[in-house]
């Protein structure tokens, strides 16, 4: 009766090792919606309990741990290591963020706008960038999650480039001009709610917030997709549209970034 027991406590153990350390991972890389029930449902809730803290509380401690306080790019370099090798998160990522990096480079915002702080890692790969006297302005709507982004925003010493604020996008948009005497932005990143890509799109149209030639790179349009955004802004004869190619962050998923062009 014992060596039957221990035989089938030997093949469970065996049988969980090759879930978790093949079969879960090998299915996670090629999947989109399996990656983001692994990652963003099972795994972090699991992580949560056993640590008694959140993935963004993890994330700063391993920037702080890691990174150079006052440099970006080591403070980028820290989240995608932590990334690839702890723990997966739902950042732009090295891979779609090079695109970003491109597209902000050659856009050179002089005010740009994030819809969707998160964390601050697409926040501070765009502050870095951008050129003196630049304004940059994230909108967060969780709370939790701007706490721990202003805190690796300073780490990175770019608080005084980037102007975060909590609250809903569809609230915020309309006292932008308002509140920090914007005119217009020349860049806009989504990568908040999916399902607020077109709504919040069309509210900085009919704010006036667009001017000919505002750039608006939209990530995760493939994974977990954005087509209604895709539909409206390949269709529209106030846009020009490109699709770059890339995979979600930190697999081999497919997904990829949507730059449109306002043409006024």
């Known amino acids: 009766m014992l060596w039957s027991l221990l035989a089938v406590l030997v093949v469970s153990a065996a049988v969980l090792y090759v879930l ?26 699991v992580l949560n309990i056993m640590t008694g803290s959140s993935r963004p509380q993890r994330m700063l401690k391993a920037v702080q741990k890691n990174a150079t306080k006052g440099d970006p790019q080591s403070v980028i ?15 732009v990522g090295d891979d779609k963020g090079l695109i970003l990096d491109s597209v902000l480079t050659e856009v050179n915002p002089s005010t740009a706008l994030e819809l969707g702080t998160y964390c601050g890692y697409s926040t ?9 006297g630049s304004k940059l302005i994230t ?4 709370p939790a999650f701007a706490e721990v982004a202003r805190q690796i925003i300073a780490y990175a010493g770019l608080q005084d480039k980037v102007t975060l604020v909590e609250g809903p996008s569809g609230d915020l948009i309309p006292k ?35 001017k000919k030639g505002t750039v608006l790179l939209a990530d995760n ?3 977990p997709g954005a087509p209604e955004y895709l539909k409206y802004v ?3 004869p106030r846009y020009e549209s490109r699709y770059y ?20």
């Open 139 to 142: 909108v967060e709507f969780n």
């Open 77 to 91: 370099s820290a989240i995608d290591y932590y990334c690839r090798h702890k723990e997966w998160a739902m950042n």
């Open 245 to 264: 190619k890339s995979n979600l962050e930190y697999t081999k998923v497919e997904d990829g970034l949507e730059k449109s062009v306002f043409l006024g």
């Open 221 to 223: 349009v493939i994974c």
């Open 176 to 210: 932008m001009k308002e509140r920090f005497g914007i005119k217009y932005f020349d860049f806009v990143f989504l990568d908040h709610w999916k399902d607020r890509y077109v709504p919040d799109t069309k509210l900085l149209e009919d704010c006036g917030l667009l």
């Open 124 to 132: 501070v790969r765009i502050a870095r960038l951008l050129s003196p």
């Open 20 to 45: 978790y350390h093949w079969l879960i991972p090998t299915a996670v890389q090629s999947s989109g919606w399996l990656a983001l029930l692994w990652h963003d449902v099972i795994l972090e809730r």
């Open 234 to 236: 390949r269709n529209s």
